[in-house]
C-alpha cells in the first residue's frame, strides 16, 4: 500500500526513565516535525538492532520522480563528505568508471576505481539485486536498481549501467540542499521503457548550449530519449555533405552533434533523429523547385515533395544513410504525418500524376494514399539495416486500400484531429506498439495557434497517464503494456513567440510532471504543491 509523504531518520528514544540524544547529521531530516521536503514511494519498517540507542524510522528519500519501493530502517543516512568520502565500483566492473567519475564530481568526492567500499563510500556495481528477494531482472530490467545505505556507506547495484546510473541520480537528488540520503533500501524501476523529450530545432534555432543543458536536465529526470525534429519548411539544421545546399545558415555541425549525442549517451539517453517525409519538406524543395507537388491546377503544395517521383525519394534517402551514423541510437523516427495530398476531399482527381503512380504500382485499385503508405515503407527499408527501431506519427498510418504500413512501426500517436482520424483502439487491437505524444497535454506549440495551449505540470501531474492517449479519455488497462511510453514535445509553429530561455522555463514543470507519470503512472503521494516545492528544491 501506498504511503504519503515523509522524511528521512533521526530523532530521540525514551528507554526507562532515562532519555538519550541521538547523533545524527547536523542539518539532517528529522522525525518529520521540521519542515523536511517530503516524497512518495512505499516505505517498510525494519527493526531497530540496538538495544541503547536508536534513529526515527527513516522515510524514503524525496526525488524526481519518486521511487517505487523503499524499505525503511534505523540509522544516521548519509550525505557526502569531502575530507573522506569516495566513489568506487565493483570489482570488474570497470565500466562503471564514467557514471562514477560524474557521480564523484557531482558530490565533491573522490574517485577510488575498483576498490573495497569503506565508511563514507559509494559504491557502484553491476549485479542482479542482490539485497533482498526482487532480483533486478525480475523487477525492471537493465533500468532497475537497488540503493542501499547502510553503516554510513551507500551501495548502487542495477544489473545493467542503465540502471546503475539512475540510482546515483537518485543519491544525488536526496543529498541535495544539504540534505541527507535514509538509511534502508530503495528498489526502483520505470513502468515505462520509452521517456521521451522532442524538440523541434527546424523551425526555431536553439543553440547547442541550451540542447547540453536540457540533456544534462533530463539525464538528472531519468529520462532517456531526446527527439530531435530537423528538418521541416522552414529549415534544415544539420551539417550535410550529400546535399549542402539544402542547410540553413544557423545550424549544427556534425562534430557538434557528435559532442551532444556522447554528452547524451553518457546520461543514457538515445537521440531520435526524424526527418520528416514526404510532408514538412520545404526546405528540400525550396532549393529543389522540380520535387514539388503540385496539384491538377498547378498549384504548389506547401512542404510536400511529389512522391510519384523517384528523385524525390533518391534525395530523402540520401540523407537518410547519411545522418545513420551520426545518430548511432537505435531508434528512428521516419516522420510521415501532415502529407497535404491526403488532406483534399479527392486527392485522386486533384492529384492525377498520384492516382497515376498509384496504379502503376498498386493496380486498377491502388490510391493515393497506397502510394504514400508505399513511401513510408521504401524509407523504413533504407533505415531498417542499421539495425534501428522505427516510429512514424499515427496519421501516416492509413486504413483500408491496398496496402499496409509495416509490422514493425511504432506509432507515435499525438493527435486525432486528422481527417479519417482513428482512435487509438484501432492501432492497439491490431497489435501495433503505441508511443503517447497526446497534444492535449503532451504539446508545448509556441504561439499556441489554433487550439492549443501550452500545457501545465499541474494538468499532466494530476490527470494524465499513458493510457490517456487521445484528448482525455484513456484506453483501456488490457493495452497497458503495448503503450511503450511518452513524449513531451516542444513545436516552433511561431517561433518568435517565445525566447529559447522562456521555452525552458516553460516547460520545466512539465517535464517533470510528465516522467513523474512514465516511471509510476499511479496517482502520486504528493499534492501539486507539495511536488512544486519538492522541484524547488532539488
Known sequence: ??????????????????????????????????????????????????????????????????????????????????????????????????????????????????????????????????????????????????????????????????????????????????????????????????????????????????????????????????????????????????????????HLTKDQVRGLVKLAASRHITV?????????????TRRHPSLQLRDSRGKVTRGAVDISKPAAAKIVDDLLKEYADLFPGAYWHLGADEYLALTVKNPEASYPQLAAAARERYGADGRVQDLATGWLNDRADTVRPFDKKLKAWNDGFFRGGKTQAADDLEVAYWTGKEIGAREPDAYLKAGRKLVNYNDEYLYYVLGQPQTFRYPTGQRIYESWTPLVVRGTKPVSERYDDQILGGTFAVWGDLADAQTQEQVAAGIRMPLRATVQKLWDPGKPDLAWKDFVKLADGL
Open 1 to 250: 500500500m501506498r504511503r504519503g509523504p515523509v522524511a528521512a531518520a533521526g530523532g530521540v528514544a525514551v528507554v526507562g526513565a532515562v532519555v538519550l540524544a541521538v547523533g545524527f547529521w547536523p542539518g539532517g531530516d528529522g522525525d518529520g516535525s521540521d519542515g523536511a521536503a517530503p516524497s512518495g514511494g512505499r516505505s517498510a519498517a525494519a527493526p531497530s538492532t540496538s538495544p541503547t540507542k536508536s534513529y526515527a524510522l527513516s522515510k524514503a528519500p524525496a526525488t524526481i520522480p519518486a521511487v517505487r519501493e523503499h524499505t525503511a530502517a534505523r540509522g544516521p543516512g548519509w550525505r557526502p563528505d569531502e575530507g573522506k568520502g569516495r566513489v568506487v565500483i565493483g570489482d570488474g566492473d570497470s565500466g562503471l568508471a564514467d557514471e562514477a567519475k560524474l557521480l564523484a564530481g557531482e558530490l565533491k568526492l573522490k574517485y577510488g576505481g575498483e576498490s573495497d567500499p569503506r565508511e563514507g563510500d559509494v559504491q557502484l556495481t553491476l549485479s542482479d539485486g542482490d539485497e533482498g528477494k526482487d532480483k533486478g531482472k525480475d523487477r525492471g530490467g537493465d533500468e532497475s536498481y537497488t540503493l542501499t545505505v547502510k553503516g554510513e556507506r551507500v551501495r548502487i547495484a542495477a544489473p545493467a549501467e542503465a540502471g546503475v546510473f539512475y540510482g546515483t541520480r537518485t543519491l544525488k537528488q536526496a543529498v541535495s540542499g544539504g540534505r541527507t540520503a535514509p538509511e534502508g533500501v530503495v528498489r526502483d524501476r520505470p513502468a515505462k521503457p520509452q521517456r521521451g523529450f522532442m524538440i523541434d530545432i527546424a523551425r526555431k534555432h536553439y543553440d547547442l548550449k541550451w540542447l547540453e543543458d536540457r540533456v544534462r536536465d533530463l539525464g538528472d529526470l531519468k529520462y532517456n530519449q531526446l527527439g530531435l525534429h530537423f528538418s521541416d519548411d522552414q529549415a534544415f539544421r544539420i551539417e550535410s555533405e550529400s546535399h549542402p545546399e539544402i542547410v540553413s545558415s544557423d
Open 272 to 284: 531520435v533523429p526524424e526527418i520528416d517525409s514526404p510532408g514538412h519538406l520545404g526546405a528540400v
